[in-house]
């Protein structure tokens, strides 16, 4: 919100970079509170029992990572619109963007919860997990922005969605494979 502060309050000046700060804003929200995803239960002694088990720890990685998509991302793609409307996005905007928030978040999610497991053994990795992560937002935001422009009836969108897929395909296993590492 201090971005209106900061360049004016021009209409089609923030109009043109609207988008651009809304996931600017969910690509950093989604870095602010990874670090402690699976730090903690390393440190309890959660992820040494995680391996002994039977169960898949993907799976368990991939449900924490959704979990905490649900508690930190979702809450800001329900409050895209009303962002997007003081940063002057136009309304015609805001569904495809809602929908565009809610793959991307959920990329910016998975792909930083493949980092968080990286770094699961490191103290105050905050830092490392952002410098992990965020190459791999970069497809997520370029496809994500160019769905605000081009709505429903752009290639954009649907690159997005291939790219939250194969995000959904890879990052578990990813997560699952580092994980185990950490718990070695």
Excluded: N
Excluded at 115 to 137: D, E, K, N, S, T
């Amino acid at each position: 919100m201090l971005v209106p502060l900061t360049l004016g309050d021009e209409a089609e000046t923030l109009a043109k970079i609207g988008p651009g700060v809304l996931w600017l804003a969910l690509a950093l929200a989604s870095l602010v509170t990874l670090e402690r995803v699976f730090q903690a239960d390393l440190q309890d002694g959660a992820l040494d029992l995680w391996a002994q088990e039977e169960t898949s720890i993907s799976l368990i990685a991939l449900t924490k990572t959704m979990a905490h998509w649900f508690i930190s991302g979702a809450p800001l793609v329900l409050m895209s619109p009303v962002l997007g409307r003081l940063l002057g996005v136009p309304f015609e905007q805001m569904v495809p963007a809602m929908l565009a928030y809610g793959m991307g978040g959920l990329t910016f999610f998975l792909w930083g919860g493949v980092a968080a497991a990286l770094a699961a053994g490191v103290a105050r990795a905050g830092l490392l997990i952002a410098l992990i992560a965020i190459p791999f937002f970069v497809p997520a935001i370029i496809f994500g922005t160019l769905s605000l422009s081009e709505g429903f009836d752009g290639s954009a969108i649907l690159f997005l969605g291939a790219s939250t897929l194969f995000a959904l395909g890879v990052a578990p296993a990813a997560m699952g494979a580092a994980l185990r590492l950490a718990a070695e």
